[in-house]
Protein backbone atom coordinates (compact mmCIF):
# COMPACT_ATOMS: atom_id res chain seq x y z
CA UNK A 1 0.00 0.00 0.00
CA UNK A 2 1.49 3.56 -0.58
CA UNK A 3 1.58 6.34 1.41
CA UNK A 4 -1.01 7.93 -1.02
CA UNK A 5 -3.27 5.05 -0.45
CA UNK A 6 -2.82 4.66 3.47
CA UNK A 7 -3.69 8.64 3.63
CA UNK A 8 -6.79 8.52 2.07
CA UNK A 9 -7.71 5.33 3.88
CA UNK A 10 -7.24 7.65 6.94
CA UNK A 11 -9.38 10.40 5.74
CA UNK A 12 -11.96 8.15 4.81
CA UNK A 13 -12.29 6.05 8.25
CA UNK A 14 -11.87 9.72 10.29
CA UNK A 15 -15.35 10.22 8.39
CA UNK A 16 -16.92 6.91 8.76
CA UNK A 17 -16.15 7.17 12.47
CA UNK A 18 -18.20 10.47 12.95
CA UNK A 19 -21.12 8.93 10.86
CA UNK A 20 -21.27 5.97 13.04
CA UNK A 21 -20.86 7.96 16.57
CA UNK A 22 -22.92 10.32 14.95
CA UNK A 23 -20.44 13.08 16.09
CA UNK A 24 -17.84 14.80 14.39
CA UNK A 25 -16.13 16.08 17.49
CA UNK A 26 -15.45 13.09 19.52
CA UNK A 27 -13.96 11.62 15.95
CA UNK A 28 -12.03 14.18 15.61
CA UNK A 29 -10.66 13.64 19.13
CA UNK A 30 -10.16 9.73 18.78
CA UNK A 31 -8.21 10.70 15.65
CA UNK A 32 -6.44 14.03 16.97
CA UNK A 33 -7.53 15.71 14.08
CA UNK A 34 -9.09 19.51 14.20
CA UNK A 35 -12.77 19.42 13.25
CA UNK A 36 -12.35 22.07 10.64
CA UNK A 37 -9.49 19.58 8.76
CA UNK A 38 -12.82 16.60 9.72
CA UNK A 39 -15.07 19.23 7.84
CA UNK A 40 -12.17 20.35 4.98
CA UNK A 41 -11.96 16.17 4.17
CA UNK A 42 -15.38 16.13 4.33
CA UNK A 43 -16.05 18.33 1.68
CA UNK A 44 -13.30 17.46 -0.94
CA UNK A 45 -15.19 13.82 -0.49
CA UNK A 46 -18.41 15.16 -1.47
CA UNK A 47 -17.23 17.40 -4.12
CA UNK A 48 -14.96 15.20 -5.49
CA UNK A 49 -15.08 11.94 -4.09
CA UNK A 50 -11.86 9.51 -3.46
CA UNK A 51 -9.53 11.56 -6.34
CA UNK A 52 -10.73 14.80 -3.61
CA UNK A 53 -9.01 12.80 -0.50
CA UNK A 54 -5.40 12.74 -2.33
CA UNK A 55 -2.52 14.89 -1.85
CA UNK A 56 -1.40 17.03 -4.17
CA UNK A 57 1.35 19.49 -4.60
CA UNK A 58 0.80 22.92 -6.70
CA UNK A 59 3.37 21.47 -9.56
CA UNK A 60 1.32 18.01 -10.13
CA UNK A 61 4.22 16.18 -8.68
CA UNK A 62 3.76 13.55 -6.01
CA UNK A 63 6.34 16.17 -3.47
CA UNK A 64 9.17 13.72 -3.00
CA UNK A 65 12.27 14.36 -3.89
CA UNK A 66 14.50 12.08 -5.42
CA UNK A 67 18.11 11.38 -5.75
CA UNK A 68 18.14 13.01 -9.34
CA UNK A 69 16.00 16.04 -7.73
CA UNK A 70 18.60 16.52 -5.29
CA UNK A 71 21.47 16.03 -7.03
CA UNK A 72 19.76 19.07 -9.21
CA UNK A 73 19.24 20.95 -6.37
CA UNK A 74 23.02 20.79 -5.41
CA UNK A 75 24.25 21.55 -8.57
CA UNK A 76 22.26 24.62 -9.18
CA UNK A 77 23.81 26.03 -6.14
CA UNK A 78 27.39 25.33 -7.31
CA UNK A 79 29.39 28.18 -8.56
CA UNK A 80 30.52 27.49 -11.68
Known amino acids: MTTQEKLVNRKLSIIELAEFLK ?13 QHFYD ?5 NEH ?11 GDSGNFGF ?11 PI
Request: hydrophobic share 30%; glycine share 8%; with cysteine.
Open 23 to 35: NVSQACRINGVSR
Open 68 to 78: NDINKLQMSKT
Open 49 to 59: GIEGLKEKSED
Open 41 to 45: IKKAY
